[in-house]
């Protein structure tokens, strides 16, 4: 059974940085797409990162330059190093995975999907 678990969330000042983690069991990152996705309180849910097996990663524009997506194949983890945090990224975080290439926009079209961890950032 597939399970995903975000960890790393916390509350930061605005400028500072946090990384979270997604340990993923029962799931092989090999030929897969891996998203990490927001939700603030009010708002839709937004699509911030995504990393595929072709090696294709693409952000969201309003955390482009600021947060890397990147995955560690040895110990299924999936990252988000988030950096220069502005209160607008205060969010709960939920990573994503499929069993294939495809990384749709949409969450609920992810196959796993984890329980979320949140992220406060104050001014």
């Known amino acids: 059974q597939v399970q995903l678990v975000e960890s790393g969330g916390g509350s930061v000042q605005a400028g500072g940085s946090l990384r979270l983690s997604c340990a993923a069991s029962?799931?092989?990152?090999?030929?897969?797409?891996m998203a990490w996705f927001r939700q603030a309180p009010g708002k839709e849910r937004e699509r911030v990162a995504i990393?595929?097996?072709?090696?294709?990663?693409e952000y969201a524009d309003s955390v482009k330059g600021r947060f890397t997506i990147s995955r560690d194949s040895a110990t299924n983890t999936l990252y988000l190093q988030m950096n220069d945090l502005k209160p607008e990224d205060t969010a709960m975080y939920y990573c994503?995975?499929?069993?294939?290439?495809?990384?749709?926009?949409?969450?609920?079209?992810?196959?796993?999907r984890g329980p979320g961890t949140q992220v406060t950032v104050s001014a």
């Open positions: 029962g799931y092989t990152f090999g030929s897969s797409c």
């Open positions: 990393m595929s097996r072709i090696s294709r990663i």
């Open positions: 994503a995975a499929r069993g294939d290439s495809w990384c749709p926009i949409v969450f609920a079209a992810w196959t796993y």
